[in-house]
């Protein structure tokens, strides 16, 4: 029997069928992105990867800026968690660097085209798609979260001064962070290297002037 779903006639499938279909089609989406960026990489291209025909993908992404999307938010919930493995407090503005160093590496395995697009998207699809918006900005509130964390843990043991405000702390460093990937996205010849570097410049000035006499 056939049904039509969105763009394509598409045969009854089951959901574990389905759900194979999205996964080929993300992993095809996420390789050609990453190696051939968001322009050069068609929804053709994809589909024939995916083994599927081109009106199918549309069934499961309703366009090429909604596949990159899911792809980026999969990246980041795809990784979840495993910030802490190697958080320690001998070196508090190395550890904080290590944590942010895990968050930025998930999103700068793309191209800056790439995460323009999300940035510019962004604004848009907290209305229109709020689950969506939510997998991409859960991976924000969770990286503030562990920097409040490790901050509230690092007051307790008096390596960080005891009057201080952990959570606004935590939003400093990430304020700083997010202000530097702006402008490594907007100057053509920023590189990922210079953008780590700086960034662990900055989180050192930001932290140090809070840790305590002990530290």
């Not at 190696?35 to 068609?42: L, M, P």
């Not at 199918?56 to 980041?76: C, I, Q, R, W």
């Not at 001998?90 to 968050?103: F, G, K, W």
């Amino acid at each position: 029997m056939i049904i039509t779903i969105g763009r394509q006639p598409m045969a009854r499938l089951n959901e574990t069928q389905k759900d194979n279909i999205r996964r080929r089609i993300l992993e095809a989406a996420r390789k050609h992105f990453i190696n051939d960026g968001y322009e050069a990489t068609s929804t053709k291209q994809l589909a024939a990867e995916a083994g599927i025909a081109e009106g199918t993908l549309f069934n499961y992404f309703s366009s090429k800026a909604d596949l990159m999307l899911e792809v980026v938010a999969s990246e980041l919930a795809g990784q979840a968690g495993q910030e802490q493995t190697s958080v320690f407090f001998e070196d508090i503005p190395e550890s904080v660097n290590d944590l942010v160093t895990a968050y930025l590496k998930k999103i700068l395995v793309f191209p800056k085209r790439v995460i323009q697009e999300v940035l510019l998207a962004g604004t848009g699809i907290a209305r229109k798609k709020p689950e969506l918006f939510k997998k991409l900005a859960d991976a924000d509130y969770r990286l503030l979260e562990e920097l409040n964390q490790y901050f509230v843990k690092a007051a307790e043991q008096g390596i960080i001064k005891q009057n201080t405000d952990c959570g606004l702390l935590a939003e400093s460093v990430f304020a700083q962070v997010f202000m530097e990937v702006i402008f490594y996205l907007y100057e053509g010849d920023y590189q990922k290297d210079l953008l780590l570097k700086k960034i662990k410049g900055k989180i050192g000035f930001t932290v140090l002037p809070y840790l305590s006499d002990r530290s």
